[in-house]
């Protein structure tokens, strides 16, 4: 199993300004996942960040906005950039179990822009 | 392309009554199938899964068959209870070797005592 700390839990932002979001977890993981959550919507991969290369980013997704690191083995963060209303969204970490598919999730970022 | 369409919420059970939760999905493939649940202020978490047509997932009392042929996997549970409050996602994997999941919208279920 692993346990993924990710934080900040919420935060309120400003128009314009940017936020970038921790993901740490408990073991080393080759993949990691970031997932946006819409009001009434479902899960939607914004990107996998491998360490040690550039994250891959999905249709609809792209680096300027979305800025990744992935300095180490447990570490990652999302930044996002330039920020509208329509970011305000959960922001999930994730990564997954390579022997059994399963997908391990933090509790995620609650980000309301104004 | 690959997709998954659960039934709308909120869901609003008294304690014991059965649990539905329906779900379908298209895929090309054998995708897994999975059935993940958030608990108020908790992340994702991993309630079931099952990984060929046919099989049945089971994990709480909750249980789910993956049917290929009517491509649904349902979520059942006999008698809720309040601690079963909680948004449910209907999930799959397209295939092995893929990484990539795709999840349903899901539901909201609130138990009252």
């Known amino acids: 199993s692993a346990v993924i700390s990710q934080k900040p839990s919420r935060d309120i932002c400003q128009r314009g300004t940017s936020l970038t979001i921790q993901c740490q977890v408990d073991s080393q993981v080759t993949m990691m996942f970031w997932y946006r959550q819409q009001p009434g919507q479902s899960l939607t991969l914004i990107a996998t960040?491998?360490?040690?290369?550039?994250?891959?980013?999905e249709s609809g997704f792209v680096i300027d906005k979305f800025p990744i690191s992935r300095p180490n083995l447990t570490f990652s963060t999302l930044t996002v950039s330039n920020m509208s209303p329509e970011d305000s969204s959960i922001y999930l970490c994730s990564v997954r179990d390579r022997g059994s598919e399963k997908l391990f999730f933090g509790s995620g970022t609650q980000l309301s822009v104004l | 392309g690959n997709s998954v369409t659960q039934m709308e919420g909120p869901v609003t059970l008294s304690e014991e009554a059965f649990l539905t939760i329906n779900c379908t999905y298209t895929?090309?493939?054998?995708?897994?199938l999975f059935w993940y649940v958030q608990y108020p202020g908790e992340g994702l978490q991993l309630l079931l899964k099952a990984t060929k047509a046919d099989d049945k997932g089971s994990n709480k009392g909750f249980e789910a068959t993956y049917r290929k042929e009517t491509t649904s996997f349902h979520l059942e549970k006999g008698s809720v209870q309040v601690s079963d409050s909680a948004v449910y996602f209907c999930a799959l994997s397209a295939g092995s070797g893929t990484y990539k999941y795709i999840f349903g919208t899901g539901t909201r279920l609130k138990v009252l005592a």
């Open positions: 895929a090309t493939g054998y995708p897994s």
């Open positions: 960040a491998n360490q040690g290369s550039e994250a891959t980013y």
